[in-house]
C-alpha cells in the first residue's frame, strides 16, 4: 500500500510505500529481502525523517494496538507497540495511574515514545520514556524474536531505546507507569522579565514541582528580550481520573497558501499571551489535557505554517554555559527575521537513560519552530547547530530534517555502538543521511 506518511513537519511530502506488520513477518520467515530494507512508523509525529526510509518501505505499526495486561496494584502495563499513549492513559486512569513521562502530544505509540526515547516537563523528576521501560519483544529481520530488559540482551535494550527503529520492530513492550492521585494538575504560572530572570528561577521550580517548563516570547527585543511565563504543576489530590478524550472542535481542515504566522501576527500573539498568561499568580486547577497537551484541541494544527511545511530545532545546551548561549541563540533567530510560534525552554535534570543514543543530557533545552522559507531558514537553523556544538550540546534526532553528519557525530559519540546493534534490514532517511551507512538514493 501507499500513502503520504507525512513526518509532522511535512517538509517531505510524496507517497511512500508501506505494508503491515503480518506482511513483514511472512517476509522475514520466508527470507525474503526488500531493496532498501525496513522502518517501523508509528504516527508521524516526529518532526523530520527519522521516521522515512524513501529506499525501502515502512510497516505501519498503528493496527497492532492492543493491550496484553495491566497490574493496577503494580502500574505495569503490557501493550503492543502500536497502543497509543492517549489509550494507555484512558486504560490506566481509572485505576489511578498516569503516564511517568509525556511528550506534548499523546498521539504517540507505545513504540515510538520508545524509539525515540521521548521526554516532558518532569525530565527532572523522571528521567525520559524509556527509564520506565521494564522489558520489550524485538522482532529482527531473521525472524526471530528477541525479548530485551536491563538483565536480558542489555545491549539490545540499550540500544533500541532511543534507537530511532533501527534495530528491528518492537511488537509489544512492559512499562510502569506512575501513581497519581488525580489527572488535574495545580499550575502556577509566573511571568519573568528577561532570560536571567528564568534561569534565576528554574533550579528551585524544579526542585519545587513535578512539571517545569517556560515559554518564551522569541520576538521580544530590547529591554523586553527573553521575556515569558515559567508553568509549573503536580498532580493535585481531587481524586479526578476522568480521563475521557475531548474531541476537537478546532482545526485547520486544509493546507494554508503561505504560513499564517508571521511577524504581525506572532508579534500580537506573543503580546497577548504573555500578558493574559503572567496575569495567573495565584495556583489554580487545570485539566490534564490542558497542562499536558494544548495543542492537541487543535487537529492539523501543522498547517498553519503553510504547505512548505515547518522546521523545528531542539538543541541540549549543557548548565555551565546555557545562560549565556541560549540568548545569544534567540538573538540569532531574531536578526534572521525567523518567527518561532513555538519557544519553549526547560531545564533538563541528571537522570542517565538506559538508552545509547537518549537526547536529553543535564542542562537546558530550547526548541524553536520556523514555518520553511527555503535557504534562509536552512541558514539560521545551521548557525543554531553551529552554536550547539560549539556549547558542548546536541540536536534532536526525532526533531531534524537536515543537520549535518558532523553536527550529529557530534552530539551522539555513541552512533557507533547503534550502528553494530542495528539490523542490517533497518535503515532511514536520518541514519543513511548523518552516518553514511545503507545511503538513501
Known sequence: ??????????????????????????????????????????????????????????????????????????????????????????????????????????????????????????????????????????????????????????????????????????????????????????????????LDEYFDLAPQADNDNEYAVAWVDQLSSG???????????????????????????????????????????????????????GRKQEPHLCGYQSFFYPLDQVSNWNRLYGKAGLYQHQSAIPEECARVVIPQMLAATREARQNSFLTVLKRFGNAASPGMMSFPQAGYTLTVDFPNHGARTLAVLERLDQMTTDAGGRVNPYKDQRMSASVFKSGFPRWKELEQERDPAFNSNFWARCTGMGRVK
Not at 238 to 254: D, I, L, M, Q, Y
Not at 271 to 277: M, P
Open 1 to 194: 500500500m501507499t500513502a503520504g506518511y507525512d513526518s509532522f513537519g511535512r517538509i517531505d511530502r510524496h507517497l511512500r510505500a508501506a505494508i503491515s506488520l503480518d506482511a513483514v513477518r511472512q517476509l522475514f520467515d520466508d527470507g525474503h529481502p526488500q531493496p532498501g530494507g525496513f522502518l517501523p512508523f508509528g504516527n508521524g509525529k516526529s518532526y523530520g525523517d527519522s521516521c522515512h526510509n524513501d529506499r525501502g518501505t515502512l510497516v505501519d505499526m498503528r493496527g497492532s494496538d492492543k493491550l496484553i495486561s495491566f497490574d493496577p496494584q503494580t502500574g505495569l502495563l503490557t501493550a503492543e507497540a502500536g497502543l497509543m499513549l492517549s489509550d494507555i492513559i484512558a486504560i490506566a486512569a481509572p485505576h489511578g495511574y498516569f503516564l511517568p513521562v509525556t511528550p506534548g502530544t499523546r498521539f504517540v505509540t507505545l513504540g515510538g515514545a520508545i524509539a525515540n526515547d521521548v521526554h516532558g516537563k518532569n525530565h527532572h523528576r523522571r528521567g525520559t520514556f524509556g527509564c520506565h521501560v521494564e522489558r520489550f519483544d524485538l522482532l529482527r529481520s531473521d525472524g526471530i524474536v528477541v525479548t530485551c530488559s536491563p538483565g536480558m540482551n542489555s545491549r539490545l535494550f540499550a540500544a533500541t531505546i532511543g534507537g530511532l527503529g533501527l534495530t528491528g520492530i518492537i511488537l509489544s513492550a512492559t512499562i510502569r507507569l506512575m501513581k497519581v492521585n488525580s489527572l488535574d494538575v495545580i499550575e502556577r504560572i509566573r511571568a519573568f522579565a528577561s
Open 223 to 277: 529591554n523586553r528580550a527573553g521575556r515569558g511565563v515559567l508553568i509549573t504543576g503536580n498532580h493535585a489530590g481531587n481524586g479526578n481520573f476522568e480521563a475521557r478524550t475531548k474531541e476537537s472542535k478546532v482545526g485547520v481542515p486544509f493546507d494554508l497558501p503561505i504560513s499564517a504566522l508571521n511577524y504581525p501576527s506572532l508579534k500580537l500573539f506573543n503580546a497577548a499571551y504573555y500578558h493574559l498568561k
